[in-house]
Every structure is written in structure tokens, then in C-alpha cells.
T-cell receptor, first 115, second 113 residues
């Protein structure tokens, strides 16, 4: 059983550019959630994907978008990068969302630096 | 909406001693989970312990235990026999419907040799 993987590990971009981060979910999981963790802060929920559809979104602008593929892997896209987008981006996979919480398994994260 | 509050930004403890990390939360949900996650400098978020809200018994995992006070919406983590490898950031988190996690700001724990 493989765990959650993310790529790339580190990324440096400049303001105004666009970036794509990737996540492969743990075997058997069909739900992926993305979190943004600013330096010294707790992770904040960006959005969740289930069956290739967005299933819940946090307080993030539309320039943060995502995709989920038939194999349940996922991408996070950020357009028009701003300095405040510099953060660790964490991906977590889980079983299908429902009325009860399903445990999330986190990847190692992608460190994005915007200059 | 849920909120999770960790008011202590950092703590320090001597190796082999016991330390308690505090957390309070607010929610209108009745069916939820509470978690403590550890994040070492490697950045990997590691689940330390979890508590199901409908269970009155406090969860325990080896040296880690919680004090869950549902009416007070308090969820503290006790680490016994602290080890150098316990040095990390610790996050309290709330998990409800839709499997979304709400995290506190975290606390930096340093274990002194």
C-alpha cells in the first residue's frame, strides 16, 4: 500500500505566474483535500475533491482551482500568484465523505515560495 | 463553522517529564472527532491521537493521552516521559462532516535534554 505523495517538493515562482501542484492519493482512497499552511500557522482548508467534483471549499479566491482525475490523483492550480501565496501546500487523501469523519492521510507537502 | 484555539505558542519541557498542551474548540455539530497532529521539521503531518466526541472515555496511545471535556469544549494532550523526538509543532484539529479538518495555530514543543 503506497502512501500519499506530492510533487514537486519545492517550487519558486514570481508574482503573477501560475503554478500546478500534484498529489497522488493513498491506495483505496477516492477523496483528496488540499490545505495551505503559512509559516508558523496551522493548515487551512482550501477545497476537497470527490469523484472528480469539488466537494466543499474554504475561504480561498477563485484563482485557487483544482482537478481530480479518474485515478483519484489531484492537482491544485493557483493563478496570478501573490507574495502571500508562499506556503506549504498539503494534500490529504481519505475515503468517501459522509455523515461521519473519515481519517485523512497527509502527504509530505510542497513548499511554494513566491518572489 | 468550527473554530479551534491553541493559546500557547510554545512550551518547553525537560526530557522524561510530563507536559500538557491545551486546546479549546467551538462547534454546533454533535458528531465529530478531535485530533492532535505532530509536525516535525520534516513537515510530515503525523496523527498522534484522536478522540470521538460520542465516547466519554479519554483516548490513550502509549505515552500520549487526552483530557476531553465535551461540555467545556476542551481537548488537551498530555505527553508523559517526554523524549527528544517529541520536539515538534503540535496541532489540535477538529474533524466533522465532509472530512474537512479545522486546525488550531499550533504550539511549538521543545524537549530539553
Amino acid at each position: 500500500e503506497t502512501g500519499v505523495t506530492q510533487s514537486p517538493t519545492h517550487l519558486i515562482k514570481t508574482r503573477g505566474q501560475q503554478v500546478t501542484l500534484r498529489c497522488s492519493s493513498q491506495s483505496g482512497h477516492n477523496t483528496v483535500s488540499w490545505y495551505q499552511q503559512a509559516l508558523g500557522q496551522g493548515p487551512q482548508f482550501i477545497f476537497q475533491y470527490y469523484r472528480e467534483e469539488e466537494n466543499g471549499r474554504g475561504n480561498f479566491p477563485p484563482r485557487f482551482s483544482g482537478l481530480q482525475f479518474p485515478n483519484y490523483s489531484s492537482e491544485l492550480n493557483v493563478n496570478a500568484l501573490e507574495l502571500d501565496d508562499s506556503a506549504l501546500y498539503l494534500c490529504a487523501s481519505s475515503l468517501a465523505p459522509g455523515q461521519r469523519y473519515n481519517e485523512q492521510f497527509f502527504g509530505p507537502g510542497t513548499r511554494l515560495t513566491v518572489l | 463553522a468550527q473554530t479551534v484555539t491553541q493559546s500557547q505558542p510554545e512550551m518547553s519541557v525537560q526530557e522524561a517529564e510530563t507536559v500538557t498542551l491545551s486546546c479549546t474548540y467551538d462547534t454546533s455539530e454533535s458528531n465529530y472527532y478531535l485530533f492532535w497532529y505532530k509536525q516535525p521539521p520534516s513537515r510530515q503531518m503525523i496523527l498522534v491521537i484522536r478522540q470521538e466526541a460520542y465516547k466519554q472515555q479519554n483516548a490513550t496511545e502509549n505515552r500520549f493521552s487526552v483530557n476531553f471535556q465535551k461540555a467545556a469544549k476542551s481537548f488537551s494532550l498530555k505527553i508523559s516521559d517526554s523524549q527528544l523526538g517529541d520536539t515538534a509543532m503540535y496541532f489540535c484539529a477538529f474533524g466533522g462532516a465532509n472530512s474537512k479538518l479545522t486546525f488550531g495555530k499550533g504550539i511549538t514543543l521543545s524537549v530539553r535534554p
